[in-house]
């Protein structure tokens, strides 16, 4: 199906995985930008403007957290959807990014690729 | 204090006879009490009266008092000038000028007029005087006084229309009606004295007569005549109409009344009788009025007390004499009464010494005996009845050889040496010791060994013997024992003596092992005071054993709670109590030198050979370095999972982009491959998630969140979150039991998740293609749920079921049946659910499948958090 060209920031800072969004998101056709830590993140969602974000939430120089909690009082950038992309498990981590902002939160190795594209279009 | 005042009937019908005679007495000189009593009340009123009305008539007389009749025609000038004024005076009120004063000035005139019009009848009875008709006159003078009265009434009756008319009212006219209704009643009053007199009514009559006469014979120049009836008192015989009145100067009030020959139509006396009489009459009620009273209040008490005496003299000492008067009466009835009441009182009291002495006769713990002079039984206690087996009913007055016999040792005594005997002969108490060794042989043939006393019963001389037995079985028997205790004493002595040598060996022996094993052992008594610390406690606790022992061990050892840190020391009254206890969590031993050593512990209560609790031993082992160790291979496998997942992930979507086909299609054989790997990062990804799971129970750090959940929701969402895995294996899934009701239940949902997951994907991964999976979920209790995962695969080898839950364990056929699985999934749910308090257990059959069972409690109320 042909989609428009709907823009996606990744926060991620391994490489392997940045590869593999880049193979899929790139395949569907969405314009795709990666940044390596939060605080670039948040630079670059500014001029950026995406359609989505994905963040991840272990971070070098600002975390995933901070992140949430910086772009929720940007008025530039509250309002593009978060979605978590996370290592951690834990109740408490999925609560914690919930309430700081993120519209969802997926634990990695719990989604295939292909649930984690259907899930983007929801939101996007 | 009582006040003596008699009231006997005599003396006072002595007082009432000198009454009555009294009274006779007055009788007989009664113009004397008249006279006291006329002076000082009848008279007095009279004279009083009359004097007020002599007062007024005598001013009205006064105006009559002109003899002058020569001013008539400068009386009538007078009348002329007053009416002019009048006239004026009426013209004034058409003007309607000051009518108050206009009023005054009118009432002045009216008296004048009337002053005037007086004058003018005395002058006119001046002329009329001279004719000489007094009776006439009189009616004259009270005609004219009318016609005059009455003019000027009509007179002011224009004034006063004509007032009326300018608005006002009667009142301001009263005055002169008053002196018309005076005059009026006067006459009346006279009128009505005439005809009283003629009904003899005399006393009513007297007053006015006396106005009258005395105003007749000033009116008529009082003719009469001086009596010759006593010079003290003077009176006079005035004539008036028809009769003549005698008239009393002195008393100023008329005596009789008499007609014209002098005949007493009506005297005094008449009145005087009649005031004696009624003197008389009323005295004699008042004698009797009197005496009735009197006889009661002397009669009444004298009755009461004779009641009383009576009832007393039946025995009713609860009566009392109720007279409560201040006078000897009372004060008799008063001390009657006391008399009574130490009656009652001692009759109490002797009633009562009796009922003591009956008491202590019948509870003494010594048998009583009351013979006479030749023993025969008079009287016998419940004690001695029971001691000699008899009842006083049966026994009274027989001989007290009937019921027992006295021996001294086996010896029987004869009749003469029987204590009561020789306490006669004797004229002295008797008495018998234990060291006498005498018994009272009963009619059962019982030997009961006895100390006796015998005294002698007094009554005019020694009427019998007293005799106090006391039953002494015990003391003997206690005697005895004493010996035969002495000797097994010492012999026990002699044992204990041995045994305490072959402990002190043993002693020393387990002393040595204590003291090189590696635990910390101590031992407390019952009071907790420290007996055993071996050279482990020692150094564990910085104390030595030489300071602590015999010390409560919690001033010195304290163990407390890590989290707490409260003191803990249940488990030392417990074991002490009989448990056995473990403590391994969370306790802490604060050392001598403050410093915090964690510990895990086992207290086990210490018995002699009776099995009694004579205090209890704690072994503990310091346990920080694995606790520290535990936590960091928690922590550890904590991160390293964490860590893990990220190149998992990446593995998991390369591989993924690789069989979408998004690099190049791949063939046949290379997809296998890569679908091999990709199976394989799962389960590397699986057991990274299991290993969290296990890490976060292990410490301790596995919380549930409670909420409240639809069940049949959310075990259709587990179950269609798994069956896309199941259709893989063209597996079945069936939910059946409280799948479609609207039951709420207080849940962790990812827990659930959790062991249901775990329990399904177990029966899915051991069952082969084909299968069959079956949950039922039903209500157990009230609050509790069962729920079953049942499949028809492979099954648990008997020999092996008892490790299952053990962690890393899998079955040998599960291993053969599938190469990948991890061992934990059920230790995991075993350990979930012992958080969450539920049970788990299974029936297995190898090759025909499996069933998991297990509870959940889902009170509301019920929560608990790590424990």
Redesign the interface.
């Not at chain 1, 634990?107 to 719990?110: A, G, H, M």
């Given at each position: 199906m042909a989609k428009e060209k709907k823009k996606i920031l990744i926060v991620e800072d391994?490489r392997?995985?940045v590869k593999?969004y880049k193979?899929?998101f790139g395949?569907i056709g969405f314009d795709v930008a990666v940044e390596e830590n939060g605080k670039s993140g948040l630079a670059k969602a500014k001029k950026f403007k995406p359609d989505l974000i994905i963040l991840d939430l272990m971070l070098p120089k600002m975390n995933g957290f901070e992140f949430l909690a910086a772009a929720k009082k940007d008025e530039a950038i509250k309002n593009i959807p978060v979605l978590v992309l996370s290592?951690?498990?834990q109740?408490a981590d999925k609560e914690k990014a919930l309430s700081l902002g993120a519209k969802d939160y997926f634990?990695?190795?719990?989604y295939?690729?292909?649930e984690i594209v259907k899930n983007i279009d929801k939101y996007l | 204090m009582v006040r003596i005042r008699t009231k006997l009937l005599p003396a006072f019908f002595i007082s009432i006879l000198l009454l009555a005679v009294s009274s006779f007495y007055g009788l007989f000189f009664i113009d004397k009490l008249s006279k006291i009593i006329n002076e000082n009340t009848v008279t007095k009123n009279a004279s009083d009266e009359a004097g007020l009305r002599f007062g007024k008539i005598e001013n009205i007389l006064t105006l009559y008092a002109i003899s002058d009749s020569d001013k008539l025609p400068a009386l009538k000038s007078e009348y002329d000038f007053s009416k002019g004024r009048l006239d004026s005076a009426a013209k004034k009120i058409k003007q309607r000028q000051d009518l108050k004063e206009f009023s005054a000035v009118i009432d002045k005139m009216r008296l004048k007029i009337a002053e005037i019009a007086d004058k003018m009848i005395v002058a006119r009875r001046e002329q009329l005087k001279k004719e000489g008709d007094i009776g006439s006159s009189l009616a004259e003078m009270k005609k004219l006084r009318y016609e005059i009265i009455d003019k000027t009434a009509r007179g002011s009756e224009k004034l006063k229309l004509g007032l009326a008319q300018m608005g006002y009212e009667d009142n301001e006219f009263n005055f002169q009606y008053k002196d018309k209704k005076h005059l009026d009643n006067w006459f009346a009053g006279i009128e009505n004295a005439r005809s009283n007199l003629e009904k003899e009514k005399f006393d009513l009559v007297l007053p006015l007569l006396d106005e009258y006469f005395v105003l007749a014979q000033k009116v008529s120049g009082a003719r009469f005549e001086a009596d010759d009836l006593g010079a003290k008192n003077q009176y006079y015989l005035i004539q008036a109409d028809n009769i003549l009145v005698e008239y009393n100067i002195a008393a100023s009030h008329i005596t009789a009344v008499l007609d014209k020959e002098k005949n007493i139509i009506l005297d005094d006396s008449a009145r005087q009788k009649k005031i004696s009489l009624f003197f008389i009459f009323t005295s004699f009620l008042a004698v009797i009025l009197v005496s009735i009273i009197v006889s009661r209040s002397i009669n009444a008490p004298i009755e009461e007390l004779v009641k009383v005496a009576r009832k007393i003299s039946f025995g009713d000492l609860s009566q009392r004499a109720d007279v409560n008067s201040n006078d000897e009466m009372g004060y008799l009835a008063g001390v009657f009464n006391l008399m009574i009441d130490s009656i009652e009182k001692s009759g109490k009291k002797i009633e009562e010494e009796g009922d003591e002495l009956r008491a202590i006769i019948s509870s003494m713990g010594e048998g009583l005996l009351v013979l006479d002079r030749k023993l025969n039984i008079i009287l016998m206690n419940k004690t001695a009845e029971k001691a000699l087996g008899v009842s006083l009913d049966d026994v009274a007055g027989q001989h007290v050889k009937k019921i027992l016999t006295v021996f001294k040792g086996d010896t029987e005594l004869p009749l003469s040496q029987y204590p009561a005997n020789r306490m006669f002969k004797s004229g002295e108490a008797v008495s018998i010791s234990i060291k006498d060794n005498y018994y009272y042989k009963t009619l059962s043939g019982k030997m009961l060994p006895v100390e006796i006393v015998t005294a002698p019963l007094f009554k005019d001389g020694i009427k019998g013997a007293i005799v106090v037995f006391k039953d002494i079985t015990d003391l003997k028997v206690a005697d005895e024992d004493r010996e035969y205790a002495k000797i097994n004493l010492e012999n026990a002595l002699k044992t204990v003596y041995i045994e305490r040598d072959l402990v002190r060996e043993q002693k020393t022996k387990l002393e040595a092992i204590l003291n090189s094993i590696g635990d910390a052992v101590f031992a407390v008594d019952k009071e907790k005071k420290v007996i055993l610390f071996n050279s482990a406690a020692e150094k564990i606790t910085g104390f030595s054993f030489k300071d602590i022992k015999n010390h409560l061990y919690s001033d010195y050892i304290k163990f407390i709670d890590e989290i707490t840190k409260a003191e803990k020391n249940e488990f030392i009254n417990a074991a002490l109590s009989g448990e056995k206890t473990i403590l391994s969590n969370h306790t802490v031993l604060v050392a001598k030198d403050k410093n915090l050593v964690s510990v895990d512990q086992t207290t086990a209560p210490i018995r002699n050979s009776l099995g009694e609790i004579i205090g209890c031993i704690i072994v503990f082992r310091d346990v920080t370095a694995k606790r520290e160790v535990d936590r960091m291979r928690s922590d550890f496998i904590s991160i390293a999972s964490h860590q893990l997942r990220t190149p998992l992930s990446g593995m998991k979507w390369f591989l993924e982009i690789l069989l979408n086909g998004d690099v190049g299609k791949l063939n046949p054989k290379q997809a296998g491959i890569i679908k091999e790997t990709y199976a394989n990062n799962q389960n590397m990804i699986d057991l990274v998630n299991k290993m969290l799971d296990m890490s976060r129970i292990e410490s301790n750090r596995m919380v549930v969140n409670f909420e409240r959940v639809n069940l049949a929701d959310m075990v259709k969402k587990i179950i269609g979150e798994i069956k896309p895995m199941l259709r893989q294996k063209g597996q079945k899934i069936h939910f059946t039991g409280l799948k479609d009701t609207d039951l709420e239940v207080n849940a962790d949902k990812i827990l659930i998740k959790n062991i249901l997951g775990n329990l399904i994907s177990n029966a899915s991964r051991y069952t082969p293609v084909g299968g069959e999976i079956k949950v039922k979920i039903t209500q157990k209790e009230k609050n509790s749920l069962l729920f079953s995962v049942k499949d028809n695969g492979i099954g648990i080898p008997k020999k092996e079921q008892y490790r299952i839950f053990k962690k890393f364990f899998r079955a040998t056929n599960a291993v053969e049946f599938e190469a990948n699985g991890t061992g934990l999934g059920l230790y995991i749910v075993k350990s979930i659910l012992d958080i969450m308090g539920g049970k788990i257990w299974f029936k297995s059959e190898q090759n025909k499948g499996t069933e998991f069972l297990f509870t959940l409690p889902i009170d509301i109320m019920w929560c608990s958090i790590s424990k």
């Open positions: 391994d392997f995985l593999a193979i899929r395949k290592v951690l498990g109740k634990v990695k190795t719990d295939t690729l292909e | -």
